[in-house]
C-alpha cells in the first residue's frame, strides 16, 4: 500500500518538471538524432505521464489474468494509437488543458467504476468497461498529439508519418514497462490481507488524485489569456521549427 502512495506521488511531483509541452531538451535531441529519439521521447513521456499512467493502473486494478489484462490493455493501446497517429497526420488539435482535463475525468471514472459506483450509488448499470476503455484511449492519444505536433516533423509526409510512428512505438515500450511495475505491486500486494480492506480506499484516492488534476488542467484554461494558446499555434510551430534549424546550422559550423 505505501508503495502505491509512494508511486502517485512520484507522478504528481513530475507535473511541475514536465508539465505542458515538449522540454527544450527534448527539442534539442531531435536536432541531433533521428527516428531513434522519436522512440525514446515517446517512452520517456509515457513513463512520466502521469494522468495516463494512473488510468491504466485503474483499468488493471482488479484484473487478475493475463487474458483479461492483454484484452483490456490491448484496446486501451488501440484507441490511443489511433488518434495519436491521424490527429498529428492531419493537423487536427484542440486545447490541450481541455484534452488533459478529459483524461482526468477518465481517472474519475475507472476509480469510480472500481468500487461499483454505478451500480451502489446510481443504481444503475456500468456501462461496457471495454467500449469505455476505447473510448478514453481514443481521447488519451489526442492528449498525446498535442504534445508531438509541438515539434516539427518534416516537410514530407514519408518522414512525417514515420517519426510518428516511431514516437507511437516509444508510447507503446513506455506503457509495456510500467505496466510490469503496476502488475508487480498489485501481484504482491493482492496476497496480502490488506488488498480487500483497503481496495477501496485506494479507488477512492485514485478519484481524489483524479480530481486534483481536473482542477489543475482547469485552473490552466481558465487562466489563459493569450488567444493563440487555446489550440495549437501554427505560428509558434512555425518558429519553433526555424529556431530548430538555426541551431542545427549553428551546431554544424561550431563542429567545422
Same mark, same amino acid.
Given at each position: 500500500m505505501k508503495i502505491f502512495f509512494l508511486l502517485v506521488a512520484s507522478l504528481l511531483f513530475s507535473t511541475l518538471m514536465y508539465a505542458? +509541452? *515538449?522540454?527544450?531538451?527534448?527539442?534539442?535531441?531531435?536536432?541531433? %538524432? %533521428? =527516428?531513434?529519439?522519436?522512440?525514446?521521447? !515517446?517512452?520517456?513521456?509515457?513513463?512520466?505521464?502521469?494522468? $495516463?499512467?494512473?488510468?491504466? @493502473?485503474?483499468?488493471? &486494478? @482488479?484484473?487478475?489474468?493475463?487474458?483479461?489484462? *492483454?484484452?483490456f490493455v490491448s484496446i486501451f493501446t488501440i484507441g490511443h494509437s489511433i488518434t495519436l /497517429? &491521424?490527429?498529428?497526420?492531419? %493537423?487536427?488539435?484542440?486545447?490541450?488543458?481541455?484534452?488533459?482535463?478529459?483524461?482526468? *475525468?477518465?481517472?474519475?471514472?475507472?476509480a469510480f467504476d472500481?468500487?461499483? #459506483?454505478?451500480? =451502489?450509488?446510481? %443504481?444503475?448499470?456500468?456501462? =461496457?468497461l471495454l467500449v469505455m476503455v476505447l473510448l @478514453? +484511449?481514443?481521447? $488519451? #492519444?489526442? !492528449?498525446?498529439?498535442?504534445?508531438?505536433?509541438?515539434?516539427?516533423? #518534416?516537410e514530407q509526409n514519408e518522414d512525417m508519418l514515420l517519426r510518428i510512428i516511431?514516437?507511437?512505438?516509444g508510447v507503446e515500450l513506455?506503457? /509495456?514497462?510500467?505496466? *510490469? @511495475?503496476?502488475?508487480?505491486i498489485l501481484t504482491q500486494w493482492r496476497k496480502r490481507d490488506s488488498f480487500l480492506r483497503l481496495s477501496k480506499v485506494t479507488n477512492h484516492f485514485l478519484m481524489f488524485v483524479g480530481f486534483m488534476l481536473l482542477l489543475m488542467q482547469l485552473h490552466g484554461y481558465l487562466h489563459t489569456t493569450n488567444e493563440e494558446e487555446f489550440g495549437f499555434n501554427k505560428d509558434a510551430h512555425k518558429h519553433i521549427h526555424m529556431d530548430m534549424q538555426a541551431k542545427q546550422k549553428e551546431y554544424i559550423y561550431d563542429s567545422l
Open positions: 505542458h +509541452g *515538449i522540454s527544450e531538451a527534448d527539442k534539442q535531441a531531435m536536432i541531433d %538524432g %533521428g =527516428n531513434l529519439r522519436y522512440i525514446w521521447l !515517446g517512452a520517456t513521456h509515457m513513463l512520466t505521464g502521469y494522468d $495516463h499512467l494512473l488510468f491504466l @493502473f485503474g483499468v488493471v &486494478f @482488479f484484473l487478475t489474468t493475463p487474458k483479461d489484462v *492483454i484484452k /497517429i &491521424f490527429a498529428t497526420f492531419m %493537423g487536427i488539435n484542440a486545447n490541450y488543458y481541455l484534452i488533459d482535463a478529459v483524461i482526468a *475525468i477518465s481517472v474519475i471514472y475507472k472500481n468500487n461499483k #459506483g454505478f451500480v =451502489n450509488y446510481l %443504481g444503475v448499470k456500468s456501462p =461496457n @478514453f +484511449g481514443l481521447i $488519451h #492519444g489526442f !492528449g498525446l498529439s498535442t504534445r508531438l505536433q509541438q515539434l516539427p516533423l #518534416g516511431s514516437f507511437n512505438v513506455g506503457q /509495456i514497462i510500467a505496466l *510490469i @511495475f503496476m502488475l508487480a
